[in-house]
């Protein structure tokens, strides 16, 4: 299987380690920037080429989409029409009015899937077995935090809010785990070192009658050894699960079950030759699909409600001052 890696930046690199260690996958590397090509070409030895022209598209049979948020449109759009199947990382677009385009462009369902990481979180995916067979009783209240280093929201330079960069992992995590939609929105923020938000706390009530709050923000101090501190919180009638993102454990303590347990809870690992963690059963999931044409994990859709609650927060963020 031939994959097109577009975007070689600091994801673009990530996938295409993990999906080199995958059997049957020949990789081609595009890249706008030439040095960056270069350092491709030599660090992982994969041919590099400076645009998807055509001719490539027309030669390979995937395409990951690894690009900044608001250049995933056109190469997802072009990938699609070509017949092509598309693994874009999150999120699927910059707005709701994108992801509705690449959507229409999908006209063979099941080509598109969104690179939501968390989904592939062991400790999460225990979860959301766990909150499905009801182990939870009825759930009351999610609280799910991520924070970052204040040197991601320099980086981005005001590209992203932090809901759009940070948040739009947690709430398609609390989609996903509850199965609800979103009733109504309340969020308060702050802009620290961008005109964007840098930090917002957001109150969502659910279809169900959940309460979640989500909050996120980058103002972690640069020198700090974490580049991370996140966590999820769920509290039902009938027990709590509590998931430490910064440890490898899932603890969940419920009437029945009193214990903990660990699991395998890297985002991403590479040993000499062995890419292990989240990002490799996700790869590994999107090129199963491809080769077996068997449904993608995380549709189009499912990104572009991810989005659509982005849209939601940010409105209420700028309602509230
Ligand atoms: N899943 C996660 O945990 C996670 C984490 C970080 C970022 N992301 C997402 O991954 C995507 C990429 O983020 P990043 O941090 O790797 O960005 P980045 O800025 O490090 O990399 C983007 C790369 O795209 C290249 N590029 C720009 N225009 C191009 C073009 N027309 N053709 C080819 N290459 C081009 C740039 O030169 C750069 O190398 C974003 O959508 C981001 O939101 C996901």
Same mark, same amino acid.
């Given at each position: 299987?031939?994959?097109? =890696?577009?975007?070689?930046?600091?994801?673009?690199?990530?996938?295409?380690?993990?999906?080199?260690?995958?059997?049957?996958?020949?990789?081609?590397? =595009?890249?706008?920037?030439?040095?960056?090509?270069?350092?491709?070409?030599?660090?992982?030895?994969?041919?590099?080429?400076?645009?998807?022209?055509?001719?490539?598209?027309?030669?390979?049979?995937?395409?990951?989409?690894?690009?900044?948020?608001?250049?995933?449109?056109?190469?997802?759009?072009?990938?699609?029409?070509?017949?092509?199947?598309?693994?874009?990382?999150?999120?699927?677009?910059?707005?709701?009015?994108?992801?509705?385009?690449?959507?229409?462009?999908?006209?063979?369902?099941?080509?598109?899937?969104?690179?939501?990481?968390?989904?592939?979180?062991?400790?999460?995916?225990?979860?959301?077995?766990?909150?499905?067979?009801?182990?939870?009783?009825?759930?009351?209240?999610?609280?799910?935090?991520?924070?970052?280093?204040?040197?991601?929201?320099?980086?981005?330079?005001?590209?992203?809010?932090?809901?759009?960069?940070?948040?739009?992992?947690?709430?398609?995590?609390?989609?996903?785990?509850?199965?609800?939609?979103?009733?109504?929105?309340?969020?308060?923020?702050?802009?620290?070192?961008?005109?964007?938000?840098? =930090?917002?706390?957001?109150?969502?009530?659910?279809?169900?009658?959940?309460?979640?709050?989500?909050?996120?923000?980058?103002?972690?101090?640069?020198?700090?050894?974490?580049?991370?501190?996140?966590?999820?919180?769920?509290?039902?009638?009938?027990?709590?699960?509590?998931?430490?993102?910064?440890?490898?454990?899932?603890?969940?303590?419920?009437?029945?079950?009193?214990?903990?347990?660990?699991?395998?809870?890297?985002?991403?690992?590479?040993?000499?030759?062995?890419?292990?963690?989240?990002?490799?059963?996700?790869?590994?999931?999107?090129?199963?699909? =491809?080769?077996?044409?068997?449904?993608?994990?995380?549709?189009?859709?499912?990104?572009?409600?991810?989005?659509?609650?982005?849209?939601?927060?940010?409105?209420?963020?700028?309602?509230?001052?």
């Amino acid at each position: 299987m031939k994959i097109a =890696v577009v975007g070689m930046g600091m994801m673009g690199q990530l996938h295409a380690r993990t999906l080199s260690g995958l059997p049957e996958v020949e990789l081609v590397a =595009v890249e706008v920037d030439e040095s960056t090509r270069t350092a491709t070409q030599r660090d992982l030895g994969i041919e590099s080429r400076p645009a998807l022209t055509d001719d490539l598209l027309g030669s390979v049979d995937a395409v990951v989409v690894t690009l900044p948020d608001h250049l995933h449109v056109d190469t997802t759009i072009r990938a699609l029409q070509a017949g092509t199947h598309v693994l874009v990382e999150k999120p699927l677009a910059a707005s709701v009015t994108d992801c509705d385009r690449i959507l229409a462009a999908e006209t063979t369902p099941g080509r598109l899937m969104v690179g939501h990481l968390l989904r592939f979180d062991e400790r999460l995916r225990e979860l959301k077995r766990r909150l499905d067979a009801g182990a939870l009783g009825t759930v009351r209240h999610i609280r799910i935090h991520r924070a970052n280093s204040a040197a991601t929201g320099e980086r981005l330079a005001g590209r992203v809010s932090v809901v759009g960069f940070l948040g739009v992992h947690d709430l398609d995590l609390l989609l996903w785990l509850t199965g609800q939609q979103i009733e109504s929105v309340s969020a308060r923020g702050r802009r620290v070192h961008s005109n964007t938000w840098d =930090v917002a706390s957001a109150t969502l009530d659910l279809t169900d009658g959940t309460l979640a709050q989500v909050d996120n923000h980058w103002l972690l101090h640069r020198a700090s050894a974490r580049s991370l501190l996140a966590g999820v919180e769920v509290y039902g009638d009938r027990g709590t699960a509590l998931v430490d993102l910064s440890t490898s454990e899932l603890e969940l303590i419920t009437d029945t079950d009193p214990r903990s347990v660990r699991v395998d809870s890297h985002n991403w690992t590479h040993d000499s030759t062995v890419s292990g963690g989240a990002l490799h059963r996700q790869d590994a999931a999107f090129v199963e699909a =491809v080769r077996t044409g068997s449904p993608v994990p995380v549709t189009g859709h499912d990104g572009r409600r991810a989005v659509d609650a982005v849209e939601r927060i940010e409105a209420a963020l700028a309602a509230s001052g």
